[in-house]
């Protein structure tokens, strides 16, 4: 997939700015567990000036991301080998399991 660069006024261009991309990658790079990737961003961001609170957070979003799945799965697993299985959350909810709220994963967790 290409974007087509559009202008603003003056000839500014439109889209993310530098920093932004490579944030975005950087968090990418975590999610996909491709270190070559993720030090060449870091190396970028830190050329550009980017603040590492910036990086820290692109890390976590990514992290996040990368780790409810995960969660979910967890949970799963357990609640069908350890926990009896059946039923949408076996009483418990894989949303809290998480440490998110009830619900907030998707799963209909209201009528367990």
């Known amino acids: 997939m290409t974007a087509q660069s ?3 006024a003056e000839g500014t261009p439109a889209g993310l700015d530098d920093i932004t991309l490579h944030l ?3 968090g990418a790079s975590v999610a996909a567990n ?18 590492k609170e910036d990086m820290i957070q692109a890390v976590n979003i990514a992290l996040r991301v990368k780790g409810d799945p995960h969660q979910q799965m967890l949970s799963l697993a ?6 009896g299985g059946g039923g949408c ?4 909810c894989a949303c809290e399991a998480a440490g998110m ?4 994963c998707g799963d209909d ?4």
């Open 6 to 8: 559009h202008s603003h």
């Open 24 to 26: 975005i990658a950087l």
């Open 34 to 51: 491709a270190e070559r990737a993720f030090r060449a961003h870091h190396a970028q961001l830190e050329t550009l000036g980017a603040s």
């Open 78 to 83: 357990e609640q069908s080998l350890v926990g």
């Open 89 to 92: 959350c076996e009483g418990g």
């Open 101 to 104: 709220e009830r619900g907030a």
């Open 109 to 112: 967790c209201e009528s367990c």
